[in-house]
């Protein structure tokens, strides 16, 4: 199936500058460098390749370039080349500019003194459904999905936790952010035509569990979980890749 074209649609146009502009004040995620310094305990790495899977303008590519430093190469994957053409501007720049002129900036990167650090950031155009064009199997450190596989429904969610685990390195680590419901509902449409699905924590954890990985650890309903609408709240999960 993968995402819906209406959601493809939202993100591929002008639109976006509303979700570029919303999400650029979200301060860098802690479990970001949470995970480089987990990375570090398991594995002796010189060279790191990190995936932002869904990584919309960019925003998090600087921080995953920053946390995990100089000798990672870091991916920002996404399907939309609008943000992808965003994406772009702001590893250059260190801001972009939206349809009405006005620049944006990502919360915690002061644009200018940190570009150079930023060449090492690469730019690819995909569907998270269709790693295998782009990626090979077991060459991935680290990856991260923040809020790119909530657009997904139940019928893709296995096929995609077996792509992020065929191209994860052993005891390679995946941060995923994912919204669960609040009551009842498990999808919702926004006005903006996005739709987004909602599953548990335990879902999520027993559909990574029986691809193969360790659920190291689960964040839900603490201070760094915001409650954006009274259907659905932030959560977030890390696991890693057993070794064979
Ligand atoms: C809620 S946004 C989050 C963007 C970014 N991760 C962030 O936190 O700023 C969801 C992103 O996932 C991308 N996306 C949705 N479905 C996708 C798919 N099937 N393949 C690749 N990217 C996808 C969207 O284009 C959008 O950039």
């Not at 994406?87 to 972009?96: F, I, P, T």
């Not at 923040?146 to 680590?173: F, Q």
Request: with cysteine.
């Amino acid at each position: 199936m993968t995402t819906d074209s209406e959601t493809v649609s939202y993100y591929n146009s002008e639109a976006a500058d509303a979700f570029i502009e919303g999400s650029a004040t979200i301060p860098p995620d802690p479990l970001v460098g949470y995970c480089a310094e987990t990375l570090q305990q398991f594995s002796k790495i010189s060279d790191v390749l990190c995936v932002d899977l869904g990584c919309g303008f960019g925003r998090q590519l600087l921080d995953i370039a920053n946390k995990f430093g100089a000798n990672a190469t870091v991916v920002g994957f996404e399907q939309s080349p609008y943000l992808l053409s965003k994406a772009d501007e702001l590893m250059h720049h260190g801001r972009v500019q939206l349809t009405d002129g006005r620049w944006i900036y990502v919360n915690g990167f002061t644009p200018g003194e940190e570009l150079s650090d930023w060449d090492n950031i690469q730019l690819i155009h995909g569907d998270v459904l269709d790693l295998e064009s782009h990626i090979s199997s077991n060459s991935v450190d680290f990856i991260n999905s923040n809020c790119t596989h909530l657009h997904l429904g139940a019928e893709d969610l296995s096929d995609a936790m077996n792509e992020v685990y065929r191209v994860l390195k052993p005891e390679g680590i995946m941060l995923l952010r994912m919204k669960t419901p609040i009551g009842n509902q498990t999808s919702r449409t926004r006005a903006d035509g996005r739709t987004e699905y909602y599953y548990s924590s335990e879902y999520w954890q027993s559909i990574l569990e029986s691809v193969g990985f360790e659920v190291i650890k689960v964040q839900a309903g603490d201070n760094l979980d915001v409650e954006y609408t009274k259907t659905s709240q932030f959560m977030a999960i890390v696991v890693r890749k057993i070794s064979l």
